[in-house]
């Protein structure tokens, strides 16, 4: 089985901007939780989906969001960028039953200047 | 907050058998602990996980103590590929969000 995907994998933007990363999990597994690493925070659950729908939400600002389409793959989308959203988005994948291992993405490292 | 508390840094000399130790001692009776481990700049990769018996796979032993208040995960003959970071997580099942302390930086020593 192809593990869980993500694109791009790095992607330099500027402050003000907006951004789109994407999400393709394995196959299979319907839920996708997306997590933000930075150095001085380190790894920070931001979301999670399953089947089209939000299910669980960590603190982050409204200008963090992230859908899910039918075939389990999900975007996030960080509007009106700053500095400090400089950082590695991982993006990981688990199935339905109860107790579900998470499988993590290489994830997408964003710069913004 | 993070449930569990792990030392920092650790080294090991390669060949060796590392163990990582993980306090978690408000573990609820239903969550389980999980292992993780995280290669610079890459996404963290599973290792293993338990309830509240020794758990052993390919890559890793998991022993969790009688009142599941701590855990060590062994690697048995640590290799230099197996510098990371490693995470100790607990985790009720999938609708717990998972949060990640700080985690234990080891080096392995050649």
């Known amino acids: 089985k192809a593990g869980v995907t993500q694109t791009p994998r790095y992607l330099i933007k500027t402050r003000g901007q907006q951004v789109t990363l994407s999400c393709s999990p394995i196959s299979g597994h319907r839920s996708v939780s997306w997590y933000q690493q930075t150095p001085g925070q380190g790894l920070q659950f931001l979301f999670e989906y399953f089947s089209e729908t939000q299910r669980n939400k960590g603190n982050f600002p409204g200008r963090f969001s992230g859908r899910q389409f039918s075939n389990s793959r999900s975007e996030m989308n960080v509007s009106t960028l700053e500095l400090g959203d400089s950082a590695l988005y991982l993006c990981?994948?688990?199935?339905?039953?109860?107790?579900?291992?998470?499988?993590f993405g290489p994830g997408t490292r964003l710069l913004v200047l | 907050d993070a449930k569990t508390t792990q030392p920092p840094s650790m080294d090991c000399a390669e060949g060796r058998a590392a163990n990582l130790p993980c306090n978690h001692s408000?573990?609820?009776?239903?969550?389980?602990v999980y292992w993780y481990r995280q290669i610079h700049s890459q996404g963290p990769q599973y290792i293993i996980h338990g309830l509240k018996n020794n758990e052993t796979n390919e890559m890793a032993s998991l022993i969790i103590t009688e009142d599941r208040k701590s855990s060590t995960l062994i690697l048995p003959h640590a290799t230099l590929r197996d510098t990371a970071v490693y995470y100790c997580i607990v985790r009720a099942n999938r609708d717990d969000k998972i949060i990640f302390g700080k985690g234990t930086r080891l080096h392995i020593l050649p």
């Open positions: 990981a994948s688990s199935g339905d039953s109860l107790q579900e291992t998470q499988y």
């Open positions: 408000t573990i609820s009776g239903n969550e389980y």
